[in-house]
T-cell receptor, first 112, second 110 residues
Framework: DADVTQTPRNRITKTGKRIMLECSQT?????MYWYRQDPGLGLRLIYYSFDVKDINKGEISDGYSVSRQAQAKFSLSLESAIPNQTALYFC???????????FGPGTRLTVL | GQNIDQPTEMTATEGAIVQINCTYQ??????LFWYQQHAGEAPTFLSYNVLDGLEEKGRFSSFLSRSKGYSYLLLKELQMKDSASYLC???????????FGQGTTLQVKP
């Protein structure tokens, strides 16, 4: 079984809709991250959380919000989706900041 | 500021050796990671360097020079399955975050 899972794996939605992407992990890690990946731009950090009570903005947090429901769950929401949020979204976890980050399989989101 | 540079694309022949370079500028450098990412899949960890020198792991080796802000990933005995993107990422203790380069897409040809 995968240590880091993401749901849904693919989603097509319309402009203005609210979307939630979910991430769960069984690695027992405290730190969780949300990234988006666009062609030619690499992975960019949206939000990160070092424990359940700690949420931090990354470099591109505008238009996104997150919720850390438990140590194992970290959700990303797009309050009102727009087309330039079309991207591949990855969740990742690590035991410490310097520890290797383990990535989920990704969610391909298309906003029409 | 922080900046990471990698070549966008590289091509090599099966069985050959290829070196993928990464240069970086960051404050509070505290380690460099290499990840492999096949198309449409998640990045997977390859190597971590925090001290100068070469780290060898099977067919893959990674080198770091902190004074030059430079790293490379060396892939030996290339196989077709090595066709993927290779991501260089630097951890900055000042920001507490891992910053990724754009990635180098490697195509291995028969």
């Amino acid at each position: 079984d995968a240590d880091v899972t993401q749901t849904p794996r693919n989603r097509i939605t319309k402009t203005g809709k609210r979307i939630m992407l979910e991430c769960s992990q069984t690695k027992g890690h405290d730190r969780m991250y949300w990234y988006r990946q666009d062609p030619g731009l690499g992975l960019r950090l949206i939000y990160y959380s070092f424990d359940v009570k700690d949420i931090n903005k990354g470099e591109i947090s505008d238009g996104y919000s997150v919720s850390r429901q438990a140590q194992a769950k970290f959700s990303l929401s797009l309050e009102s989706a727009i087309p330039n949020q079309t991207a591949l979204y990855f969740c990742a976890t690590s035991g410490t900041t310097l520890d290797t980050q383990y990535f989920g399989p990704g969610t391909r989101l298309t906003v029409l | 500021g922080q900046n990471i540079d990698q070549p966008t694309e590289m091509t090599a022949t099966e069985g050959a050796i290829v070196q993928i370079n990464c240069t970086y500028q960051t404050s509070g450098f505290n380690g460099l990671f290499w990840y492999q990412q096949h198309a449409g899949e998640a990045p997977t960890f390859l190597s971590y360097n925090v001290l100068d020198g070469l780290e060898e792991k099977g067919r893959f080796s990674s080198f770091l020079s902190r004074s030059k802000g430079y790293s490379y990933l060396l892939l030996k005995e290339l196989q077709m399955k090595d066709s993927a993107s290779y991501l260089c990422a630097v951890y900055s203790s000042n920001t507490g975050k891992l910053i990724f380069g754009q990635g180098t897409t490697l195509q291995v040809k028969p």
